[in-house]
């Protein structure tokens, strides 16, 4: 079974040829990164109109480096929620035409389900249950993940996400637009145990919070001026934020009593939360799964691939399929 995934939730165009539900025969994303660069962030209307350039590139991309055609094709599976709305309407409007031309399935994704099948690609024979970490742009959230679309969501940020985090405080550093890559690479050469920012406990539950530590480092980085050592408050800062995770990570799950941690997103392509989870883990005698950074942000492959077991189950959408900026799991 051949299914063609579409990404467009938000700055990456991505398409990808799947097969048998976890085998990636390509996985293609364009970047508008450059662009939102100028911007110092994500322009929603630039973004959504470049989808619209971008797109039938990207799918006939994907068909060639899969050596395939649109006759190959056996189903669609497209993001249509959470995300913005500009971007996936471009996105949902290539697949529901594909559909229809095609006279093939549709199936709309969530995209954090996406996120969480990333990890299936890289090992499709995970067992339930697993503890899967998703830390991206818009969530940091603790699921339980039972079965497949059977979810119990253990804790979330109450406030910022991780990724947000990452974003503003690059911000406030001068490091600009991508932050979670800029503050991972300053941080490389950086001090992590310079400046003591605080943790966010959150005492007795598996919640997160991160907007108390985004207020240390700009009160910081207003008290050092010219000062400022820009690759230690990164590092300090990174710490801070993969502590917290490290730390509740592993706490949910012994509590849920599983075996294997996954941890999915684009914070999940983070060097220092990779080094210090796969520490963790071997420490405590949990397995670990960590996608590839390419599968860790913004991707088709993942969308197919949770598509793919939905569509298993006998769901379909149909060419009413909406798209939406919030939704739950
Ligand atoms: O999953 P994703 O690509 O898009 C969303 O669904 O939000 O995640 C994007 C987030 C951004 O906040 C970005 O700064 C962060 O992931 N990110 C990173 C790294 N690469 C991407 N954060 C920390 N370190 C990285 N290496
Ligand atoms: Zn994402």
């Not at 409007?93 to 095609?102: D, E, I, N, V, Y």
């Not at 503050?183 to 907007?211: C, E």
Request: net charge negative; proline share 4%; aromatic share 6%.
């Amino acid at each position: 079974m051949i299914i063609l995934g579409i990404e467009t939730s938000c700055d990456e165009t991505s398409a990808a040829l799947l097969e048998d539900g976890v085998r990636i025969l390509s996985n293609v994303v364009a970047s508008q990164v450059e662009m939102h660069a100028k911007w110092g962030g994500v322009v929603p209307e630039a973004a959504a109109r470049m989808h619209v350039e971008r797109m039938n590139p990207v799918i006939q991309q994907a068909l060639d480096e899969a050596g395939m055609t649109f006759d190959d094709v056996d189903a669609i599976a497209v993001t249509n929620r959470p995300g913005l709305v500009g971007a996936l309407v471009v996105g949902v409007a290539a697949a529901k035409t594909l559909a229809l031309a095609l006279q093939k399935p549709l199936i709309g994704v969530h995209h954090l389900e996406g996120h969480m099948y990333s990890a299936r690609l890289v090992d499709p024979e995970l067992e339930f249950p697993y503890l899967c970490l998703i830390v991206s742009g818009g969530h940091t959230e603790l699921m339980l993940v039972k079965g497949h679309g059977d979810y119990y969501l253990l804790g979330q940020s109450m406030d910022d996400a991780a990724g947000e985090a990452f974003d503003k405080s690059a911000r406030l550093l001068g490091l600009g637009y991508p932050g979670g890559p800029k503050v991972d690479a300053a941080a490389k050469q950086g001090n992590p145990n310079a400046i003591p920012f605080p943790r966010a406990w959150m005492d007795g539950t598996l919640n997160f919070s991160f907007s108390g530590l985004k207020s240390a480092v700009l009160r910081y980085v207003d008290t050092q001026g010219k000062a400022l050592n820009v690759n230690d408050t990164a590092a300090s800062f990174q710490e801070a934020v993969v502590e917290v995770l490290v730390t509740k990570t592993i706490t949910a799950a012994r509590q849920v009593k599983v075996k294997t941690i996954t941890v999915v997103g684009g914070v999940a392509a983070n060097s220092r939360l990779n080094e210090a989870m796969s520490t963790a883990a071997k420490d405590t005698g949990f397995r670990l799964v960590i996608p590839p950074s390419i599968l860790c942000t913004d991707n088709a492959a993942m969308v197919a691939c949770a598509g793919y077991y939905r569509l298993q189950k006998g769901e379909r959408s149909d060419l009413e399929l909406d798209t939406l900026a919030t939704a739950d799991l």
